[in-house]
Nanobody, 126 residues
Framework: QVQLVESGGGLVQAGGSLRLSCAAS????????MAWFRQAPGKEREFVTA????????YYADSVKGRFTISRDKARNTVYLQMHSLKPEDTAVYYC???????????????????WGQGTQVTVSS
């Protein structure tokens, strides 16, 4: 059974930084796509970034490009989201997701992913 556990959320001032972690367990994640999504109150869940476990493919939403960086540590089975220059509009619950049968065309779609963490709140004050 795949388990994803996010951590690292919190309250930060605009312009600040946070690093989120997603500890993955339950199986070998070779070949998986790992992603971060976020959901603000009253809004749909939106794609933030994704990385293949090999690290060969990485995508970012335009809204975070240049500010956020996704990475993974194979030895620790952990995916990270380093966030810099945070803005109030980045405020949301951030979710980690994993999928083995991913496709390039739909890697940004939430319904592409079978496994989800419980989420971690990120609040950016102005």
């Amino acid at each position: 059974q795949v388990q994803l556990v996010e951590s690292g959320g919190g309250l930060v001032q605009a312009g600040g930084s946070l690093r989120l972690s997603c500890a993955a367990s339950g199986r070998t994640f070779s070949g998986y796509a790992m992603a971060w999504f976020r959901q603000a109150p009253g809004k749909e869940r939106e794609f933030v970034t994704a990385i293949t476990w090999s690290g060969g493919i990485i995508y970012y939403a335009d809204s975070v490009k240049g500010r956020f960086t996704i990475s993974r540590d194979k030895a620790r089975n952990t995916v990270y989201l380093q966030m810099h220059s945070l803005k109030p509009e980045d405020t949301a619950v951030y979710y980690c997701a994993a999928e083995s049968k991913w496709r390039i065309a739909t890697i940004r779609a939430p319904n592409e992913y079978d496994y989800w963490g419980q989420g971690t709140q990120v609040t950016v004050s102005s």
